[in-house]
């Protein structure tokens, strides 16, 4: 697999995402209501990242979708984590396929938490309306089969999304279920079309391509595919500014403000 672009808090139009396979793009950006998906299980209110805890409170906390890092371990399983070594978020050294899961999941990954293993995630999200967004990263022990595996023997399919960053990945992910959910983690501009054109559901823009190419947005769209944006940490008016232009889902790292701003919304579109 190769390695994808971390994502963070997202805030993504609601377009029956939660219940149904077809995604469609909303066109009315004063009338759209917003989903908030969690970085890493929020990140920002002080859980460990990647943590069963983190994922709890954010599911506790009214999140529509948490967003999850898959790594493969030296023995094949599928593990949470997002960095490719476990030292910075555990007490540990050394790349996670390296490691064998047993001896992964006796790390301190935070205030006593372990390292979780794919399938408690999905046990998680599954029988919820809890989306899960799952970002593959690269490793050469992370097998596509037993990831969207996992999903359905956990009844989660409906829960997943899956994030690729090539064409290979977004095609074996197609191959093993078509009716998997996708979003393309694009490197440039002219990735538009082949993504679109290889089934992936979603596409993914930055914001600075947008503000130079307003009419970016409305080609996605054209292609009958909804429109994510990394923003990091914008502010709030860049953030509305982009629901402005249209885009369709939002990877941001400010919560807080993601909470505020999809509560004023719904004041704005009314009852």
Do not use: C
Not at 40 to 58: C, D, I, K, M, W
Not at 92 to 98: C, E, F, K
Not at 129 to 156: C, G, P, Q, T, Y
């Amino acid at each position: 697999m190769t390695k994808t672009l971390a994502t963070h808090v997202v805030l993504v139009v609601a377009s029956g995402l939660a219940s149904a396979p077809a995604l469609q793009a909303a066109t009315d950006g004063s009338q759209r209501s917003v989903v908030l998906v969690a970085h890493r299980g929020s990140v920002a209110q002080g859980y460990p990242e990647n943590t069963l805890a983190a994922f709890r409170h954010a599911i506790a906390n009214g999140v529509d979708a948490i967003e999850v890092d898959l790594r493969g371990t030296k023995d094949g399983e599928i593990v949470i984590l997002h960095d490719a070594t476990v030292d910075r978020t555990t007490n540990g050294r050394g790349r996670v396929a390296d490691w064998r899961l047993a001896d992964l999941r006796k790390l301190d990954a935070g205030g006593g938490e372990r390292i979780p293993t794919y399938a408690e995630v999905l046990q998680l999200v599954s029988g919820t309306e809890v989306m899960l967004l799952v970002d593959i990263k690269e490793s050469s022990v992370l097998d596509a089969r037993n990831v969207v595996h996992l999903a359905e023997a956990n009844n989660a399919v409906l829960n997943l999304i899956v994030g690729t960053r090539n064409l290979e990945d977004l095609r074996e992910f197609r191959a093993v279920n078509p009716a998997l959910r996708t979003l393309g983690f694009i490197q440039d501009v002219p990735d538009i079309g082949p993504f679109a054109q290889m089934g992936a559901d979603i596409i993914r823009l930055w914001p600075q391509w947008i503000q130079g190419k307003p009419e970016l947005v409305d080609q996605v769209h054209q292609l009958g595919k909804l429109v994510w944006v990394t923003a990091g940490d914008a502010s709030r008016d860049e953030l509305e500014q982009l629901i402005r232009l249209g885009v369709d889902g939002i990877l941001s790292d400010r919560p807080a403000v993601m909470n505020e701003l999809r509560a004023d919304m719904r004041k704005r579109r009314g009852p």
